[in-house]
């Protein structure tokens, strides 16, 4: 069976094409084999893809719509509004229900957001204000590359980043990681990889206040290797 997709708006440009040709051995595909298969083909836009509406004969289709030779199918990202803005830097409050909203997906069984906050004793020192700084084009662009390992590691898995800079009191949340997919087992698994991934390779550095004294903090689990794979083991600091 072969199969055409129309693509539109941003979706044609980032798959770099207005029509897509598909070919399986298979009598009968649904909606959610057809984006399965797509992802599978493009993981640099799965996001995009796990985002958008399938129309089938030019109305809008379930996942588990039948989709047959000869269907006129098109791929809809959102009519207006556009893609969300999937990673952020922020230097105002971050909202954890704001940043997981982006990730809700009708296709999607469960969500988790990981919401790290200014601790205020570490080690016996009693933190008074984290200071965040980030290289930020590189710390944009390197969030992006999380996401976009998420989506190929558990395809279909959508990952939105939210990060605070400059100061952040005790009891503040300093980061938000929000994580969407068909089933709870790829959202708790991928949203430990990210918050270990950004600690990782994500230029974002902290300068620890305490009642004495400071001191600039950046990774703190074991050498330093951003070309090096996750550690799944890694524990975390104070927030992020």
């Known amino acids: 069976m072969k199969l055409n997709v129309l693509l539109f708006a941003g979706l044609a440009d980032l798959l770099g094409a207005r029509t897509i040709e598909l070919e399986t051995d298979s009598s009968s595909w649904t909606v959610a084999d057809l984006k399965e298969q797509l992802v599978r083909r493009y993981p640099h836009a799965s996001q995009a893809i796990s985002n958008a509406y399938a129309a089938v004969n030019q109305e809008y289709a379930e996942a588990s719509a039948a989709i047959r030779e000869g269907d006129e199918i098109a791929l809809i990202p959102p009519v207006s509004g556009g893609e969300p803005d999937w990673v952020e830097l922020t230097r105002e409050p971050i909202s954890p229900d704001a940043v997981t909203a982006k990730v809700l997906h009708p296709n999607h069984g469960a969500s988790l957001a990981f919401v790290g906050t200014t601790r205020e004793w570490t080690h016996g020192k009693r933190t008074v204000l984290l200071e965040y700084e980030a290289y930020e084009p590189m710390a944009i662009r390197t969030m992006n590359q999380i996401a976009g390992e998420i989506a190929e590691r558990w395809p279909g898995a959508l990952c939105a980043i939210t990060h605070r800079l400059g100061p952040v009191a005790v009891g503040e949340i300093s980061v938000v990681i929000a994580v969407s997919a068909p089933h709870r087992d790829a959202v708790y698994e ?5 918050i270990e991934r950004l600690k990782q390779i994500v230029p974002i550095w ?6 004495d004294g400071s001191e600039w903090k950046g990774h703190q689990l074991g050498p330093w290797n951003p070309l090096a794979g996750v550690s799944a083991a890694g524990e975390g600091g104070s927030a992020s």
């Open 190 to 194: 991928a949203n430990r990889y990210a």
């Open 206 to 211: 902290k300068k620890e206040r305490w009642e």
